[in-house]
């Protein structure tokens, strides 16, 4: 099936931690993202990123970083968790066109936990 | 920067209909979203407004006005599983990035 999909689905860990999520698509777009959705429901962008650019959301702290091994995939990793990091993390992706809109495809998400 | 506001919850009847409002302040306008988000779920899209006017998908209705500001998402003959969160979002091309900043989502409990 062609989708965006994430791993783990559920993630619980400790304070202080360093852990990696996973997000691949095989729609062929060019652009994925990460967003964080907190317990209020509220969707923020963390980053955007091509095989060109990274934009980064400058609210986002440094202990989070994407990594992109190729176009298909792009992981966020996270240093020393804290608990303000529990939240659910969805990946999107989209076919970016120059001046044009474009659709997100979002991944089921990751919801993680912080202890 | 961009500012989006929605209401936070709506309660409609089966049946009815149900019209959710967002307004916007963008510096740099290029389109505006709607995605429908089930509890536990990911976001799916809804629409897609850039120009004046309304757009017509089914069920479901955009209409967009650039001037004002301001956005509604239209939903007929409602049904139980439209309950769900219904996200506006906005696509600000300052700075030369068209990623789309989200709205609270407004909550929309449909009743028998």
């Known amino acids: 099936d062609t989708a965006v999909s994430q791993t783990p689905k559920y993630l619980v860990t400790q304070m202080g931690n360093d852990k990696s999520i996973k997000c691949e698509q095989n729609l062929g777009h060019d652009t994925m993202y990460w967003y964080k959705q907190d317990s209020k429901k509220f969707l923020k962008i963390m980053f955007s990123y091509n095989n060109k650019e990274l934009i980064i959301n400058e609210t986002v702290p440094n202990r989070f970083s994407p990594k992109s091994p190729d176009k298909a995939h792009l992981n966020l990793h996270i240093n020393s968790l804290e608990l303000g990091d529990s939240a659910v993390y969805f990946c999107a992706s989209s076919p970016r066109g120059s001046g044009t809109h474009y659709e997100q495809y979002f991944g089921p998400g990751t919801r993680l936990t912080v202890t | 920067g961009q500012n989006i506001d929605q209401p936070t919850e709506m309660t409609a009847t089966e049946g009815a209909i149900v019209q959710i409002n967002c307004t916007y302040q963008t510096s740099g306008f290029n389109g505006l979203f709607w995605y429908q988000q089930h509890a536990g779920e990911a976001p799916t899209f809804l629409s897609y407004?850039?120009?004046?006017g309304l757009e017509e998908k089914g069920r479901f209705s955009s209409f967009l006005s650039r001037s004002k500001g301001y956005s509604y998402l239209l939903l007929k003959e409602l049904q139980m599983k439209d309950s769900a969160s219904y996200l506006c979002a906005v696509s600000d091309s300052s700075g030369g990035s068209y990623i789309p900043t989200f709205g609270r989502g407004t909550s929309l409990i449909v009743h028998p």
């Open positions: 407004n850039v120009l004046d």
